[in-house]
């Protein structure tokens, strides 16, 4: 603290806890940092769809929406560039039918959900420390995470099949899009 500068009493008495420090509405969140763990092995839908239901039950619902809509939209995103990839190559950039692409792309996943994961789960950290330092515990969160994987691979697949398909069934000649 500066020397010069006088402690007022008023300081002491200012509270520091804001509307966003209350208690009230958890329901048994979960930890965030867990959540990007499966960001990291599962990618941007599965731990989109963990983080959103984590905001609700830290919460802050209004929170929920954009982040599931973010993670759709960034997952089909990613699905629809691997799907075409795959099928079509990208020139200058990947082969059709390679194993690099897949690789790489399936890496372009996993970093853009840690790293948003990583952002999100800092927003909700002072929450669960929150919920925590009130006696409060987590859900179990097994269950939870594998109807999201379950669910993001599903999204997954319903975006990359049909370029896969439309690719063997010579709709189109190897290494042109459709």
Same mark, same amino acid.
């Given at each position: 603290?500066? /020397?010069?500068r006088q402690?007022d009493?008023?300081d002491?008495l200012?509270p ?6 209350? /208690?009230?509405?958890f329901?048994r969140p979960?930890?965030p ?5 499966v960001? /990291?092995?599962?990618?941007v ?9 984590n905001?609700k039950?830290?919460g802050r619902?209004q929170?929920y929406?954009p +982040? +599931?809509t973010? /993670? ?6 990613l699905?629809a ?10 020139p200058?950039?990947?082969?059709a039918g390679?194993?690099d692409?897949?690789?790489g ?16 789960a800092h ?8 919920h925590?330092?009130?006696?409060g515990?987590?859900a ?6 594998l109807?999201?994987?379950?669910a993001g691979?599903?999204?997954?697949l319903?975006v990359a099949l049909p370029?896969?398909i439309?690719a063997s069934?010579g709709?189109?000649?190897a290494?042109?899009?459709?």
């Amino acid at each position: 603290m500066d /020397a010069n500068r006088q402690v007022d009493d008023d300081d002491i008495l200012t509270p520091s806890l804001t509307a966003h420090d209350d /208690a009230v509405g958890f329901d048994r969140p979960w930890n965030p940092n867990y959540l990007v763990l499966v960001g /990291a092995f599962f990618g941007v839908i599965p731990m989109g769809i963990l983080l959103a239901e984590n905001f609700k039950r830290l919460g802050r619902p209004q929170a929920y929406a954009p +982040l +599931l809509t973010f /993670a759709f939209v960034a997952g089909v995103a990613l699905a629809a560039l691997a799907g075409y990839a795959h099928a079509y190559g990208i020139p200058g950039l990947y082969v059709a039918g390679s194993v690099d692409h897949r690789r790489g792309l399936r890496t372009a996943n996993m970093l853009l959900a840690v790293g948003v994961g990583l952002a999100i789960a800092h927003r909700q950290r002072r929450r669960w420390e929150i919920h925590t330092g009130h006696g409060g515990g987590s859900a179990p969160l097994l269950k939870h995470a594998l109807g999201a994987i379950v669910a993001g691979v599903a999204v997954q697949l319903m975006v990359a099949l049909p370029f896969a398909i439309s690719a063997s069934g010579g709709a189109s000649p190897a290494g042109s899009p459709p």
